[in-house]
């Protein structure tokens, strides 16, 4: 079996997020992207992660190379924010259902966890079942839906906004 490892980013992993990334725009609804957006288009996201801090993005990578990657970016730009973070995580097609996700996302949750990162969203567009359920096995319920928000492919999608507390009241 090929051993699977998780790390933080580097920057030699830019082309191969954008990639990956450019196929999930050109051939799914899961992001509203509409056009590919190639490394130069990718180049000012990838600058916004550190090692440290609520903006973090790891790779799973094996031999092969990068097969997937989970981000934690600014969810709204105003300073009040700051505390809260948008998730986000894409896998490689051939490697879906094989715990990339898992591993990926329990990596980012336990770096999180030493920052100071209160509530952590995600906006999935739906249906995609297997993202919910993923989500929901880290913590995260639904708190709403944007019903057609998006139109992409030739038609309307609707989004599903999930939270997570990563500080103070968990139970909720």
Do not use: C
Request: glycine letters at 8%; zero cysteines.
């Amino acid at each position: 079996m090929v051993e699977v490892s998780t790390r933080q980013a580097l920057p030699r992993d830019l082309e191969p997020i954008a990639r990956l990334y450019d196929h999930y725009i050109v051939h799914t609804p899961i992001t509203f992207d509409l056009e590919a957006r190639g490394i130069e288009g990718q180049q000012g996201w990838f600058d916004g992660f550190a090692a440290t801090g609520p903006h973090q993005l790891y790779v799973a990578e094996d031999e092969t190379g990068v097969l997937g990657y989970a981000a934690s970016q600014p969810l709204r730009p105003k300073a009040a924010y700051a505390t809260s973070v948008e998730t986000s995580i894409y896998i490689e097609p051939s490697r879906h259902r094989q715990g990339l996700g898992r591993r990926l996302y329990a990596t980012l949750f336990d770096a999180l966890a030493r920052e100071d990162v209160h509530r952590a969203y995600a906006a999935i567009t739906l249906p995609n079942p297997n993202s919910v359920a993923l989500h929901e096995r880290f913590g995260f319920y639904a708190v709403g839906t944007m019903s057609e928000v998006g139109r992409k492919q030739g038609r309307y999608w609707d989004v599903g906004w999930f939270e997570k507390a990563l500080s103070g009241d968990a139970d909720r």
